[in-house]
């Protein structure tokens, strides 16, 4: 492989990285707001963000085929437009189901939490 080649795969995978911790810090830095204004309980809060696990399993599931079928490169384009879309999602979600569909899509688009 050509060394241009491998330094932009390199930067693209850390500016990956970067944009998933800004998301993952906005996240998580709202997450006793988001408690309060939906009402939960903490069982309830339990409940929704156990949604993250269903996400990581399921792109578990999924994602190799569709490396397999297209690139790669694809499959993180797609992830890297998905996050911010389900970090939206988080904040817009207002009941358990919501919260916890959110972040089941969060979690399999890459987001940490």
């Known amino acids: 492989m050509p060394a241009a080649y491998l330094t932009r795969t390199r930067g693209a995978v850390g500016l990956r990285l970067f944009i998933l911790g800004i998301l993952?810090?906005?996240?998580?830095?709202?997450?006793?707001?988001?408690?309060?204004?939906?009402?939960?309980?903490?069982?309830?809060?339990?409940?929704?963000?156990?949604g993250a696990p269903v996400g990581l399993l399921s792109a578990v599931r999924i994602?190799?085929?569709?490396?397999?079928?297209?690139?790669?490169?694809?499959?993180?384009?797609?992830?890297?437009?998905?996050a911010p879309v389900s970090v939206v999602l988080l904040g817009l979600a207002h009941g358990v189901i919501a919260l916890a569909l959110a972040a089941t899509l969060g979690a399999a688009s890459g987001l940490p939490g």
């Open 63 to 82: 994602v190799p085929p569709l490396v397999a079928r297209s690139s790669s490169a694809t499959v993180l384009r797609w992830a890297v437009r998905l």
């Open 24 to 50: 993952d810090a906005a996240w998580w830095s709202q997450i006793a707001l988001v408690k309060h204004d939906l009402h939960l309980s903490s069982a309830g809060l339990s409940v929704a963000l156990a």
